[in-house]
């Protein structure tokens, strides 16, 4: 003959001390869901992650040269952060006198 453990039941709360009732506990509230767009861009980018970390892996394990590394960079930033390959992206940007490779715009700016 085995013990057997009963199963653990939710807290009981007493409401009253002069006539006592039971009553259960309230559920946990639902989780917390944002706007559309948050919820699509978290999926977005989910989905870029998930579609490019193989590619990522490969780049990583025969030591990929920078314009490689270029291409895979700005295929996730448009796939998955929804930049604009020929509007928002450069392949060179001179920063300070030295070069920032495949810098992104995130604002106008005026010259």
Not at 57 to 68: H, K, Q, S, W, Y
Request: glycine share 6%; net charge negative.
């Amino acid at each position: 003959m085995t013990d057997q453990v009963p199963e653990p039941t939710a807290p009981v709360v007493v409401v009253n001390d002069d006539a006592p009732t039971l009553a259960r506990p309230a559920k946990a509230p639902a989780p917390r869901t944002g706007p559309k767009w948050e919820t699509d861009a978290q999926e977005r980018v989910k989905a870029a992650i998930k579609k490019f970390s193989k590619p990522l892996a490969d780049l990583v394990a025969r030591d990929a040269n920078e314009g490689d590394t270029r291409l895979l960079v700005t295929d996730f930033l448009c796939d998955g952060l929804g930049y604009d390959k020929y509007e928002d992206l450069t392949t060179e940007y001179e920063v300070k006198g030295d070069f920032a490779l495949c810098p992104a715009k995130l604002g106008s700016s005026s010259g």
